[in-house]
């Protein structure tokens, strides 16, 4: 009976510890990211890909610029400047353009220059260019 709770505490501790986030950096977020995909599952799974770049800049805006292929579409593209803050070693930003709500994001994979953000419900996978 002992080794049971010692092995079901320890599952819990182990998988609680891989889902830690990764803290950032405003030096590692700084330039121009690629958003590959994003999905509301943290595997990747039922995504939508993406023709969108985020641009950090050392002044704390971010600047967004969304593609679209479609030739139906009603836009083109769509530009968005929004501000950011790094604070705690997670991503802090406005959730619209033009509103004063901010959102909090985190890292939960970063390697090398990929990166998957978790924002309040969704997830981002990225590529740095």
Known sequence: MQFNRITAIALILFSCGAMADVP???????????INKESVNSDGSNARGLNTT???KEDGTLEGISEENDANARINQLRAVLNYSVDNGKLVKQAAAGRSKMETCAAIEKEGAKMTLKCPSIYFFMTKK
């Open 54 to 56: 985020w641009t950090f």
């Open 24 to 34: 950032l950096t405003k030096a590692e977020l700084l330039g121009t990211w690629q």
